[in-house]
């Protein structure tokens, strides 16, 4: 069976939107290798409509030259999770609609490696609620950005346990979690 893995850069106070205004000073080697093994692992990428918007609107065209990261965005298979998309045209993309959990369930029992998330806030919490999500990998900078949006919302709760961590040289944290099933309560 398939995993779906969701990462983010994330602030001390939660914020995830907008890493590239705040995140670069702490990037490292270290964390090029925490973000090169989700995409080595990886041979799917799952992504809500506004992330396929932003990025289908960017990537396309784009070479290793440009960025190294293009070659990999580029030639993945993208699934894109969304209500209100009727296409998507970006190469190696498929639309996903219909009954969330169903066809998620569905992509999860399909051949093949894991599926990452970069981003897709919406999806990400959709997808913990739904119990869908495999493990959440943070990379937790040591700045408070103090606006701007979160990935954990009000009345959102998951129990989590945490599968590995590690504090890189520039006081980041990579931090692992996978959800935790509850235990129906004692009567």
């Known amino acids: 069976m398939r995993r779906i893995v969701a990462s983010f850069f994330m ?4 914020v995830v939107e907008s890493p590239d205004q705040w995140h670069f000073p702490y990037f490292s080697d270290e964390m ?3 973000v090169g093994a989700l995409m080595t692992e990886s041979d799917a990428m799952m992504m809500g409509r506004v992330t396929y918007e932003a990025w289908a609107a960017y990537w396309p065209g784009k070479t290793d030259a440009d960025d190294p990261f293009a070659g990999f965005i580029n ?17 190696n ?18 051949p093949g490696r894991t599926i990452g998330i970069s981003g897709s ?4 919490r959709s997808l913990l609620r739904h119990n869908l999500l495999d493990e959440l990998r943070l990379l937790v900078h040591p700045l408070v950005v103090g ?7 009000d009345g959102l709760e998951i129990p989590m346990k945490l599968t590995s961590s590690q504090t890189f040289s ?4 990579s931090l692992a979690y996978q ?3 509850l235990e129906p309560a004692e009567k």
């Open 179 to 181: 959800p935790v099933a």
């Open 147 to 153: 606006k701007g949006q979160r990935l954990f919302e």
């Open 121 to 124: 806030t919406n999806l990400v």
């Open 93 to 110: 993309s498929t639309l996903v609609n219909g009954d969330f959990a169903e066809e998620i369930t569905k992509l999860k029992q399909q």
């Open 170 to 173: 520039t006081g980041v944290l």
């Open 11 to 14: 602030s001390l106070d939660g």
């Open 75 to 91: 030639d993945i298979r993208k699934y894109v999770v969304s209500s209100t998309l009727d296409t998507v045209e970006w190469q």
């Open 32 to 34: 090029g290798a925490a």
